[in-house]
């Protein structure tokens, strides 16, 4: 078993490069541009290559949610292919649990799957011959667990993510959120300590998409798995996450924490994508606060650093008094209370 | 001719690939056409210039065969076990066993409507009198299809697992299609020598091709999130293919079972060509020889029912999910078992039921009295058609116009006409901005004059190239060039042109026809009510069963292999005509309705160019379906490549049948490539 400080995945200079031998095509790309990643992927694509994952670095921490985020495109999905070895990796290092999954054996690989990793797919990849339950089974079913056994095991999962009663459906009797439960529910059969999700909600409604989330964040906080989520969704980014990683053309541009995102976009690729996120629900105060005992005014709205800066305009706004409101003559009409108007803007925190 | 040449000459810096290429093809043409009094082997090839390609073929295959010989034949006495314990089980079986299991096993797949198939299907069956014969035929199937099945999905997995292999096996599989059935029987004659055997192995090997196809595509369409999930679960590879990657797919896996089966009696019936097994193919071989028409009809009709019911059952497989109450079996067959024991010491032997035989006389008189009493339309139907259609389609109206059937006499000058018509015509497309149109119009009226079985070697390869490069740039250029060239050393080419022009003549009828009823069941509703049932049906329907109503009503000819050609070739034309037309999107429907176009407008400038591409590819199995056909037509009658392959299996003569086959395969070949070229431009065109 790990110790606490290796992480559960590092990725070191990760290479997924498509196209003939791509092998040596990307060592000889590296040695020409003198290890320079942007230059050798230049010269790949140049040569008709598709370097889909370059030079892509980062780690996730034991019971860390890491999300990777991108545009369609931006090679998220290959990267997440990569860690998980359903593509084989050209260049670089993953270490699962401190070990280099890239060459593996075959046999190692899937003694791998069977004991550590879960993977959620966005279109849920379910066997459409197989009910729900030997569905959420068939993992356990390839080990070679007895059939009582597994049927147990994949009753508790089935429950875990609400599926009571549906045990015995096939995945085409299913909507499309009961399909991703179920889809859930597999995943976790064999109990992984590494959990890959795909684009999970990307193909649901957004009303189921907002309950599935919130269910999955229940599940994550008693589970605590190590995890690597992906979607193009900004915002299910920003609510899902510990840390981020924004992907663009095969590239990671920035690794931040939700708010280091928002707050601190490293380009305008960054910055372009949290424009229409209301900033106000994911910055704390203390992004924006000054440090120290400085100058100030006499009021005093209890704000603290922790406050979301919604909650804390909201505050503020309680401090003044009613005002005006004309029609287009100039004559008054009403009146309005601004906490009112700072509470109707606030959206509710799920 | 060299007036229009001129005409275009200025031109030609600004005309379009197609336009270039139509203007050297009528070059090409009008220079051999000119030249040939002086230069002879500009027009025919010189026969000095064939190479024995069949002797060294048949040398080859002959050396070949031999060493296979001994392992074939040790196969062969294996597979005798099989057939005969197939054989006597199905005919001891006490007719209302038989009847009440394939009742059940309707019921079982289809409910009532399968059962009710079932039941009066085999019922006319045993009315028709040729229970015995059919059922030979059925143990026939029963033998060959398992072999099929093992052997296509055995394929059709490795090609899977192997991506090295797939590109090869494809291509395998994509020759043995278009190689016509015949050509297999002649070196399985040598291999196995005669008797049924050779019809089992043919239809084995004739019914393989779909299932491994079917597979690999079943296997490839699964979705990848389906095959990750199963990596991802930790299945090893045995356990992704057989627990998740077959069972996702097995529904087109069906849809080969369906097609296997369909094929297999098919070519179950085409052997019966070879004799010395008394089923139900030889018996309408034979009444149709002796010309007894009512036998040779219910014998027919009895290999219809078999499609029929074996085709809708297997094809349940595919498409339901739901199988019905087993009680309801149990029941069917309990009845059988009963029905049999109760009745037995009074049950008549199968054979003598022959309830249908008056029928079938009565049949045959009517059917005399009807050609006897209608001799004279039919006559001039046939011979309108031969003398004013077909025959100078192929040798030309310059030698087709006689005094005996036109009436008069063909001079220069009328030729002069013809081409002066063809030019005027197509300057006149030209001058309306459609230069291809206009070139292509002049070659036509040059190939009705000069006929196609005439027309000069160079013009038919610069023809087929130019086709080749407009359709699919340089390299199908040069592989048609060099596959004709093959033909035209082997010293085939005659007997090739002669295909080409009755499969050219048979396609042109069908894409017009079939075009033409396409569109309407695409815009009326209660047409296509009609008209789906029959293209099921002539679906359904062995080849060799076209045969019979034609002979009856034509006799031997090339006119009546027209029509049998016509009938089967014509029903890809109307499905996929209709299926583009209906298959429109509706927002573009909308979007046209909203602009306030008429029916007719959305029809010509909506519906038909997106259906374009699809009508294209209808074309192109009209085109394979006329070849397949082309050969099985050879039985009554054509010349040309398909008659080759007829002796051939008559002699035993395995170069000839085997050249005779490759020669009909690679124009096949060919036009499936260029038709589908130009389809897959059409959709690149529309970014589909």
């Known amino acids: ?350 | 001719m060299t007036a229009v040449a001129d005409v275009a000459a200025p031109h030609a810096t600004r005309l379009t690939l197609g336009a270039k290429a139509a203007l050297i093809t009528a070059l090409v043409g009008a220079l051999c056409l000119a030249l040939e009094p002086v230069v002879p082997w500009l027009g025919a090839w010189p026969k000095t210039w064939v190479l024995p390609m069949t002797d060294w073929v048949g040398a080859a295959l002959a050396w070949l065969l031999g060493w296979i010989k001994p392992v074939a034949r040790l196969f062969s006495d294996i597979m005798v076990y099989p057939m005969g314990w197939a054989n006597t089980a199905l005919n001891a079986t006490p007719w209302p066993m038989v009847i009440g299991l394939v009742t059940a096993l309707g019921w079982y797949l289809g409910g009532l409507s399968m059962a009710a198939l079932g039941f009066f299907g085999l019922g006319l069956v045993l009315a028709s009198g040729y229970w015995h014969e059919g059922m030979n035929t059925l143990a026939l199937v029963a033998v060959s299809v398992p072999v099929a099945l093992v052997v296509g999905g055995g394929i059709g997995i490795l090609a899977n697992e192997v991506p090295r292999v797939k590109g090869a096996v494809q291509a395998v599989l994509d020759i043995m299609q278009t190689v016509p059935t015949f050509a297999y029987l002649t070196p399985l004659l040598l291999l196995f020598g005669f008797g049924p055997v050779v019809g089992l192995i043919a239809s084995a090997i004739y019914a393989a091709p779909p299932m491994a196809r079917n597979v690999m595509l079943g296997l490839e369409r699964v979705e990848a999130e389906i095959k990750e999930a199963a990596i991802m679960s930790g299945g090893s590879r045995l356990q992704q293919l057989f627990q998740v990657e077959i069972p996702s797919a097995s529904r087109q896996i069906m849809v080969g079972f369906n097609q296997c089966l369909m094929a297999a009696l098919s070519m179950v019936i085409i052997a019966a060509v070879i004799g010395g097994f008394n089923d139900i193919g030889w018996e309408v071989l034979l009444t149709m020889r002796k010309a007894q028409f009512g036998p040779s009809l219910l014998a027919g009709m009895v290999i219809v029912i078999f499609a029929v019911v074996i085709d809708r059952m297997s094809a349940v497989l595919a498409t339901e999910r739901k199988r019905y109450d087993l009680r309801v079996v149990w029941a069917v067959l309990a009845f059988a078992v009963v029905f049999t024991v109760l009745f037995w010491s009074s049950l008549p032997g199968a054979s003598e039921v022959a309830m249908l035989d008056g029928v079938a006389n009565s049949l045959d008189r009517g059917l005399t009295r009807f050609t006897q009493s209608n001799g004279m339309a039919l006559e001039a139907l046939k011979n309108n058609t031969l003398y004013y259609v077909l025959l100078p389609l192929r040798i030309g109206l310059d030698q087709a116009v006689l005094p005996f059937t036109w009436g008069f006499m063909w001079t220069p000058a009328m030729s002069a006409l013809v081409f002066g018509l063809g030019g005027a015509l197509g300057l006149l497309l030209a001058w309306r901005g459609n230069v291809t149109g206009g070139f292509v119009v002049l070659i036509a009226f040059g190939m009705i004059e000069t006929g196609v079985t005439n027309l000069p070697w160079p013009f038919v390869l610069t023809g087929a190239a130019a086709l080749g490069y407009v359709a699919g740039g340089r390299r199908l250029a040069i592989l048609v060039v060099v596959l004709l060239c093959t033909i035209l050393l082997s010293g085939l080419w005659d007997r090739a042109l002669l295909s080409l022009y009755l499969c050219g003549a048979s396609v042109f009828a069908c894409a017009v026809v079939g075009g033409a009823i396409g569109v309407a069941s695409a815009i009326w509703a209660p047409v296509w009510r009609i008209v789906r049932p029959i293209c099921d049906m002539l679906q359904t329907i062995p080849l060799f069963v076209f045969l019979i109503p034609v002979l009856m009503l034509f006799q031997i000819g090339e006119f009546s292999a027209f029509l049998a050609i016509c009938a089967y070739a014509i029903v890809p034309m109307i499905r996929y005509t209709r299926h583009g037309l209906v298959d429109t999107p509706e927002e573009m429907m909308e979007a046209a309705i909203s602009s306030g176009a008429t029916d007719w407008q959305i029809l010509r400038d909506v519906r038909a160019p997106y259906a374009a591409p699809t009508i294209l590819l209808g074309l192109n199995q009209t085109i394979l379906y006329a070849f397949s056909m082309l050969v099985i037509a050879a039985l009554i009658g054509t010349t040309g490549l398909g008659q080759s392959i007829y002796l051939a299996l008559g002699q035993a003569d395995v170069g000839l049948g085997i050249s005779a086959g490759a020669a009909m395969a690679i124009l096949a070949l060919i036009a499936d490539r260029l038709v589908q070229g130009f389809a897959e431009e059409r959709r690149k065109a529309l970014g589909l």
């Open chain 1, 1 to 350: 078993m790990s110790t606490s400080d290796t992480p559960a995945i590092a990725c070191q200079s990760l290479w997924q490069v498509f196209g003939p031998s791509a092998d040596k095509a990307l060592t000889e790309a590296l040695a020409r541009s003198g290890g320079n990643a942007d230059a050798a992927a230049d010269d790949l694509r140049a040569r008709g290559y598709i370097p889909a994952v370059q030079d892509a670095s980062f780690e996730v921490r034991e019971g860390e949610l890491f999300v990777i985020m991108g545009l369609s495109g931006s090679g998220k999905s290959t990267l997440i292919r990569c860690i998980s070895q359903l593509l084989p990796g050209t260049g670089g290092e993953i270490r699962i649990d401190g070990e280099n999954v890239i060459g593996a054996s075959k046999q190692k690989l899937t003694e791998l799957r069977r004991r550590k990793l879960g993977m959620v797919f966005q279109h849920f990849g379910l066997f459409p011959h197989m009910t729900v339950a030997e569905n959420v089974a068939y993992p356990l079913k390839v080990q070679g667990v007895g059939r009582k056994e597994r049927r147990a095991r994949a009753q508790e999962v089935i429950s875990l993510v609400g599926l009571d009663g549906r045990e015995d459906s096939f995945p085409r009797q299913l909507s499309g959120g009961q399909r991703q439960r179920v889809g859930i529910a597999r995943s976790l059969a064999v109990n992984p300590d590494i959990w890959f999700l795909d684009e999970p909600f990307s193909a649901l409604d957004p009303l189921i998409r907002r309950q599935l989330q919130d269910e999955f964040l229940r599940i994550q906080a008693t589970l605590r798995k190590s995890i690597v989520f992906i979607t193009h969704d900004i915002a299910e980014a920003l609510k899902l996450a510990d840390r981020i990683a924004i992907m663009r053309d095969g590239k990671i541009v920035q690794i931040g924490t939700p708010t280091e995102i928002v707050l601190q976009p490293v380009d305008d690729y960054v910055r372009e994508f949290s424009k229409d996120v209301a900033k106000g629900r994911h910055a704390r105060v203390a992004s924006v606060m000054q440090a120290g005992d400085g100058e100030r005014g006499p009021d005093d709205p209890g704000l603290t650093t922790n406050m979301t800066l919604d909650a804390a305009l909201a505050r503020c706004m309680e401090l003044y008094q009613p005002v005006p409101v004309r029609d287009a003559g100039g004559a008054i009409v009403g009146t309005v209370n601004p906490s009112a108007l700072a509470a109707a803007l606030q959206v509710d925190e799920a």
